[in-house]
């Protein structure tokens, strides 16, 4: 049985037709509904992967996506924030569809980065057998990147956590310490070494909590807990422009629901970390 819903996207925003409610964008947009489209809109279908059942499977669905750019998009459309409608579903029946969300925003990122070889140039077509797109001249198959980063709560022996303030964030938002994989690296040395970097102090007894799907553009989220080992908070002045460890009754404005980052802090408040 395939899922005809179809999900429209201007970069990192979807695009929802007229008299179509924020909250039924996870239900997806009906076909019959996804016109008038620019004739150039980029169409691809992706297999969605929903959890396995008692007998180790689960029903096989596809999402149709139409993939716009510019300011080709219908002008009687509304163009909402992918990150606010996933904040909005959060803890509500709709937030177990997010994920598919997810994986169409970050097949989308792929499909415009990959239209071309990356060893010879030539034009890649799409596969016909999986995700994947395949070099017209020399073969090389190109899957959808994703690349790994480490998202880490560090608490001291006085029960504060610490939270840091990205340059790129808006005022007065904290969060917790985070950077990307680097080749070489196991994820427990990439918290090591981000939260040295980035703060200045060192960390012991890491523990994995979780991960997310984070494909802005193609990042794969993963959580950790740590706690403080030593050393002075010093921000590295080039992301970070403060840091500091903060109680669970003094906290500074943190991102919002949907992110990892959330769902570990809200541990962190709830006494479950």
Same mark, same amino acid.
Request: negative net charge.
């Given at each position: 049985?395939?899922?005809?819903?179809?999900?429209?996207?201007?970069?990192?925003?979807?695009?929802?037709?007229?008299?179509?409610?924020?909250?039924?964008?996870?239900?997806?947009?009906?076909?019959?509904?996804?016109?008038?489209?620019?004739?150039?809109?980029?169409?691809?279908?992706?297999?969605?992967?929903?959890?396995?059942?008692?007998?180790?499977?689960?029903?096989?669905?596809?999402?149709?996506?139409?993939?716009?750019?510019?300011?080709?998009?219908?002008?009687?459309?509304?163009?909402?924030?992918?990150?606010?409608?996933?904040?909005?579903?959060?803890?509500?029946?709709?937030?177990?569809?997010?994920?598919?969300?997810?994986?169409?925003?970050?097949?989308?990122?792929?499909?415009?980065?990959?239209?071309?070889?990356?060893?010879?140039?030539?034009?890649?077509?799409?596969?016909?057998?999986?995700?994947?797109?395949?070099?017209?001249?020399?073969?090389?198959?190109?899957?959808?990147?994703?690349?790994?980063?480490?998202?880490?709560?560090?608490?001291? $022996?006085?029960?504060?956590?610490?939270?840091?303030?990205? !340059?790129?964030?808006? &005022? =007065?938002?904290?969060?917790?310490? #985070?950077? *990307?994989?680097?080749?070489?690296?196991?994820?427990?040395?990439?918290?090591?070494?981000?939260?040295?970097?980035?703060?200045?102090?060192?960390?012991?007894?890491?523990?994995?909590?979780?991960?997310?799907?984070?494909?802005?553009?193609?990042?794969?989220? $993963?959580?950790?807990?740590?706690?403080?080992?030593?050393? !002075?908070?010093?921000? &590295? =002045?080039?992301?970070?422009?403060? #840091?500091? *460890?903060?109680?669970?009754?003094?906290?500074?404005?943190?991102?919002?629901?949907?992110?990892?980052?959330?769902?570990?802090?809200?541990?962190?408040?709830?006494?479950?970390?």
């Amino acid at each position: 049985m395939r899922n005809q819903n179809v999900y429209i996207f201007l970069k990192y925003d979807l695009l929802i037709p007229p008299g179509v409610e924020d909250s039924a964008v996870f239900a997806g947009v009906p076909e019959k509904e996804a016109r008038p489209l620019p004739e150039d809109a980029d169409f691809f279908e992706t297999p969605l992967f929903p959890p396995l059942n008692a007998e180790g499977a689960g029903e096989k669905k596809t999402m149709r996506c139409y993939l716009v750019s510019g300011d080709a998009a219908p002008a009687s459309w509304r163009r909402v924030p992918l990150r606010s409608v996933i904040a909005k579903a959060e803890g509500t029946a709709d937030g177990k569809n997010a994920a598919d969300l997810l994986r169409a925003c970050h097949i989308m990122h792929w499909r415009k980065v990959s239209r071309f070889c990356g060893s010879c140039g030539a034009p890649n077509f799409d596969s016909a057998i999986e995700t994947a797109r395949v070099c017209a001249v020399c073969g090389r198959i190109e899957y959808p990147r994703i690349c790994p980063a480490v998202i880490t709560a560090v608490t001291n $022996a006085n029960g504060e956590i610490l939270l840091s303030h990205n !340059k790129e964030f808006p &005022d =007065g938002l904290y969060s917790l310490t #985070a950077g *990307f994989n680097e080749a070489g690296e196991s994820l427990e040395d990439t918290v090591r070494r981000e939260v040295y970097e980035e703060a200045g102090v060192f960390v012991k007894n890491i523990q994995y909590i979780t991960s997310q799907s984070w494909p802005f553009p193609s990042s794969l989220m $993963a959580g950790f807990k740590a706690e403080y080992a030593g050393g !002075k908070i010093v921000c &590295d =002045g080039i992301e970070i422009t403060d #840091a500091a *460890f903060f109680k669970k009754e003094n906290l500074p404005n943190i991102p919002a629901a949907g992110s990892i980052a959330r769902h570990i802090i809200n541990l962190y408040i709830s006494g479950a970390l």
